[in-house]
């Protein structure tokens, strides 16, 4: 039973931790479908799930670790969700200047974890022993009792911790590095602009009813359209349409399964030009047909208030 999506956009770059461990019980809740503009690397300790990460879906197995860029549209879901994942956040500021200021260091996912899409973790490997150090900085039992919810972040650690998890996070991508599994690189701070993306990614996904062509999106950049479509395409890892689209369907599920509006009201809201196009790009995106999509979760619903 999959996790049904709802979009979040985070943007404050700078309220982001360095690192954070959480630990999620297994009870399918799963992680909605988000982006954010600072990177994110997932080591799952303990369990197995699935993520969608734009448009791959991928099976993730026990001791293997996951790398997000920014601007990815991504979500973990499952009925075994694992009960143990490092989550390490970090900006690219992070990783060092260099020497001309108008320059920022960015990664990119290659190798083996760019091809599918996880690295698996071995046993005692220098990998693990970094990943393994920074899980030993979870506090005891005596403040995880504070933290319920089981969420345990980088607030809750000293200063002189909080220093080494830097440390640790510096060697895991340097080792990353010369494990060919990403690359590191400066390139000019103009052509980064994760905020920015971020922003209009914001206002897609919070307005998914209001049609904003490429040109508009180009126009609310300050930028022309090739070098948006461009720019787009490589930050997100797909086209601007491509990801509108996927907002809008995901939008369309969202009626289908909280309210009673009939196809018809739900493409018109969505600004469709009718509802044959609405039916085929649902079907495109979602697999079905809107009816049929609709029919699925409700009797996916009866069987777990009958389960319950």
């Known amino acids: 039973m999959y996790y049904e999506e709802n979009f979040q956009c985070d943007i404050d770059i700078n309220q982001v931790d360095a690192v954070s461990v959480v630990y999620l019980s297994e009870d399918g809740r799963g992680f909605p479908s988000h982006s954010h503009s600072y990177y994110e690397l997932r080591y799952n300790k303990k369990g197995e799930y699935i993520i969608d990460l734009n448009d791959r879906r991928t099976y993730i197995p026990e001791d293997s670790l996951v790398f997000i860029p920014p601007l990815t549209i991504h979500s973990f879901h499952g009925e075994k969700l694992p009960s143990a994942v490092l989550q390490i956040q970090f900006v690219p500021k992070m990783l060092g200047v260099s020497h001309l200021a108008k320059m920022v260091p960015v990664v990119f996912p290659s190798g083996d974890l760019a091809k599918n899409g996880y690295l698996p973790v071995p046993k005692e490997s ?17 403040l995880t009792k504070e933290h319920p919810d089981g969420d345990i972040t980088s607030e809750d650690f000293t200063p002189r911790i909080r220093l080494q998890q830097c440390t640790d996070i510096f060697r895991l991508i340097t080792l990353l590095v010369q494990e060919n599994q990403v690359e590191f690189d400066y390139v000019d701070r103009k052509t980064t602009m994760y905020g920015e993306f971020q922003k209009l990614l914001e206002y897609i996904l ?4 209001k049609e904003m062509t490429a040109s508009e999106a180009a126009d609310f950049m300050h930028m022309s359209y090739y070098d948006f479509s461009r720019n787009f395409t490589r930050k997100c890892g797909i086209s601007y349409i491509h ?7 995901q939008r369309a599920k969202d009626l289908l399964n909280n309210t009673d ?8 809201a969505l600004d469709y030009s009718s509802v044959s196009y609405f039916n085929q790009v649902f079907r495109k995106y979602a697999g079905s047909a809107p ?7 409700l009797v996916d619903r009866k069987l777990i208030s009958h389960t319950n």
């Not at 220098?126 to 005596?142: C, D, G, H, R």
């Not at 990801?243 to 369907?249: D, S």
Request: hydrophobic share 40%.
């Open 126 to 142: 220098l990998l693990q022993k970094i990943l393994n150090s920074m899980i030993s900085y979870v506090p005891s039992a005596e």
């Open 291 to 297: 009816l049929a999509y609709r029919e699925e979760k």
């Open 243 to 249: 990801m509108v689209n996927r907002i809008k369907i």
């Open 206 to 209: 919070n307005n998914p009813e």
């Open 261 to 268: 509006l009939s196809v018809t009201d739900i493409a018109s």
